[in-house]
């Protein structure tokens, strides 16, 4: 018989780990090469996993909830007798060409329900569930900091049996007393699902106040209550969270608005629409070819500063990301080289991209790499807003509703479709000028799209 140890792969981006969503697969099951094995979530997506490998199943290395980190066994696999062996040099070959299957994120027709399971009841494991791990090949024993489980038994008959360092941090994190926690996973050791419902625990109306409510006194936040709903910053939020966060602390940012009459853009619309029924454009695919042609006439704004090498980097093309608003949180998937792109095919490309990244089938790649950013918050029912910059962009274009309002047509009142417009933008790339004037090309291009035809 062949056994192989399929580990994590490297799902892109630097990301170092991944949460175990759900398994495809049970100790037992025959899989063929390439099939989906495991569902997981990064910090930039939802994936289905492939396996290289084909073969019965004989362990499953972690539980839905817990965090592997890439490299790490994820599935055992033993091939028939008469299989040919294949080594981790091919293995590795396979993973850097994704063995034929390519990993992206699961649609929203999975239900919301499964992607995270947070502070559930804890299901002692048994040899049947989650067996023992496998023994891993010479290969990548060294990569394989911990001791083996037995070996941790024996040597510290006292101590918690943790593995993984991210438990340990959440541990951290909850004020969760490692030695008070009794350990679900093979040889009792403890996971990440263990620790969780010991902080549920602590915060119940019968227990004493944990470390982490004492913690939060300290500091002057109110402690949990038993009412309280806790949601940890895992995952994609956390990812949301910490960009936010980052922007907000590294980016001097500034937000200019003007209101603009847009009457003239949606009868545009309406003319490019009724002579091409076929391939219809929406007003998001006209407002980003105004900021395609407002970023060719003011190229500092689709650039980025880089601190540490002490400079600012324009961009050569423009990669656009548009703000899409998911069930999993507000994602902003890219348009490589979007100026290339004609009005038609960028109306195209934003209708697939949009409905994917809603669907979570973007891959992670799909997620990154913008150099400026649009958001219709308009959709929302909203006029304005003072949007956090997608870093490490340097700015970003927001649009209100467009509703009827009172405006001054040749002298005379009139009721016209107006809309706020608002840029965002990093003060250590340009001054007010290039700002105002990048804000005020849009502005008329939206006003008389004729503008924009004698701009391309």
């Known amino acids: 018989m062949s056994e192989q140890v399929f580990l994590l792969p490297d799902l892109g981006e630097g990301l170092a780990e991944a949460e175990i969503v759900q398994w495809r697969v049970a100790v037992g099951d025959v899989v063929t090469v390439d099939q989906t094995v495991v569902e997981v979530e990064t910090a930039k997506a939802v994936v289905d996993v492939p396996c290289p490998y084909a073969g019965r199943v004989v362990a499953l290395h972690g539980a839905e909830g817990e965090v592997r980190p890439v490299g790490q066994p994820l599935i055992t696999v033993v091939a028939d007798g008469g299989s040919e062996p294949v080594g981790h040099a091919v293995y590795r070959e396979e993973e850097r060409a994704g063995s034929g299957n390519v990993l992206i994120g699961y649609g929203t027709g999975h239900g919301g329900a499964r992607r995270r399971r947070r502070a559930r009841p804890v299901a002692h494991a048994t040899a049947s569930s989650v067996p023992a791990a496998a023994p891993v090949p010479a290969a990548v024993a060294p990569a394989l900091a911990p001791a083996p489980v037995a070996a941790l038994a024996s040597s510290q008959p006292a101590t918690a049996l943790v593995i993984s360092p991210i438990v340990r941090r959440l541990a951290r994190e909850r004020g969760v007393d490692l030695a008070t926690v009794r350990g679900s ?3 009792g050791v403890i996971r990440r699902a263990d620790v969780e419902a010991a902080a549920d625990v602590a915060i119940s109306p019968v227990a004493a106040a944990s470390p982490a409510e004492q913690s939060a006194a300290h500091v002057g ?11 940890p910053l895992t995952g994609i939020r956390k990812a949301i969270a910490d960009k936010l966060s980052r922007s907000r602390r590294e980016i001097p940012e500034v937000t200019i608005w003007v209101d603009a009459d847009a009457t003239a853009l949606l009868a545009t619309r309406a003319a490019i629409n009724a002579a091409y029924p076929d391939r219809p454009v929406s007003i998001l695919a006209l407002l980003a070819r105004i900021c395609l042609s407002g970023l060719r006439r003011y190229p500092q704004l689709n650039a980025r500063v880089d601190t540490e090498g002490q400079r600012i980097v324009q961009s050569a093309g423009v990669h656009l990301g548009i703000a899409a608003q998911t069930d999993r949180g507000l994602l902003v998937p890219v348009l490589r080289d979007a100026d290339r792109l004609t009005t038609m095919e960028l109306a195209a490309e934003l209708a697939v991209t949009t409905q994917a990244a809603r669907a979570g089938e973007l891959p992670p790649a799909r997620l990154t790499g913008g150099t400026f950013t649009l958001n219709n918050y308009g959709v929302f029912g909203v006029d304005g807003s003072t949007p956090i910059i997608n870093h490490p962009e340097a700015a970003l274009l927001g649009v209100g509703r467009i ?10 009142l009139a009721v016209r479709k107006v809309t706020q417009l608002s840029l965002t933008f990093d003060h250590r790339v340009c001054d007010g000028g290039v700002a105002g ?20």
């Open 403 to 412: 509703v009827d309002k009172p405006w001054v047509v040749d002298g005379q």
């Open 185 to 187: 996973g093979p040889g």
């Open 437 to 456: 004037g990048f804000l005020r090309h849009v502005a008329d291009c939206v006003e008389r799209p004729e503008a924009l035809i004698a701009a391309v």
């Open 221 to 231: 936040l109110a402690p949990t209550g038993a009412g309280d709903q806790v949601i």
